[in-house]
């Protein structure tokens, strides 16, 4: 895997790892969940519902990401959910560095 790809696989993994804490402490039906983009530097967040929170999360590749905040030569993602983009790792080393950093995994 080229270094670019590593840096911004990890930093996914960061923000995913931010969001299962918030998930964790969540008790409403909604929350505010940190966009998942690989830029280390993204602050922004996604308001969704635990239960949409939960779909983007069956699937250790996938990560929940605002609008524009897509790496351009990524996969199409899968899904488009109202105001966020279900994106996935690409397969072979990205998606292996993603599945082996997922918490729930």
Request: net charge negative; with cysteine; hydrophobic share 30%.
């Given at each position: 895997?080229?270094?670019?790809?590593?840096?911004?696989?990890?930093n996914?993994?960061v923000?995913?790892?931010?969001?299962?804490?918030?998930?964790?402490?969540?008790?409403?039906?909604?929350?505010?969940?940190?966009?998942?983009?690989?830029?280390?530097?993204?602050?922004?967040?996604?308001?969704?519902?635990?239960?949409?929170?939960?779909?983007?999360?069956?699937?250790?590749?996938?990560?929940?990401?605002?609008?524009?905040?897509?790496?351009?030569?990524?996969?199409?993602?899968?899904?488009?959910?109202?105001?966020?983009?279900?994106?996935?790792?690409?397969?072979?080393?990205?998606?292996?560095?993603?599945?082996?950093?997922?918490?729930?995994?």
């Amino acid at each position: 895997m080229d270094p670019r790809s590593e840096r911004v696989g990890k930093n996914e993994a960061v923000f995913r790892e931010v969001n299962e804490r918030i998930n964790d402490v969540t008790r409403e039906s909604t929350a505010e969940y940190l966009c998942e983009c690989g830029d280390a530097t993204c602050t922004e967040t996604i308001q969704m519902t635990v239960s949409d929170y939960e779909d983007v999360r069956s699937d250790p590749t996938h990560f929940a990401v605002l609008p524009g905040h897509e790496i351009p030569d990524a996969p199409p993602p899968p899904r488009r959910h109202q105001g966020l983009l279900v994106v996935r790792q690409k397969a072979g080393a990205a998606a292996a560095l993603a599945t082996e950093l997922d918490p729930r995994s």
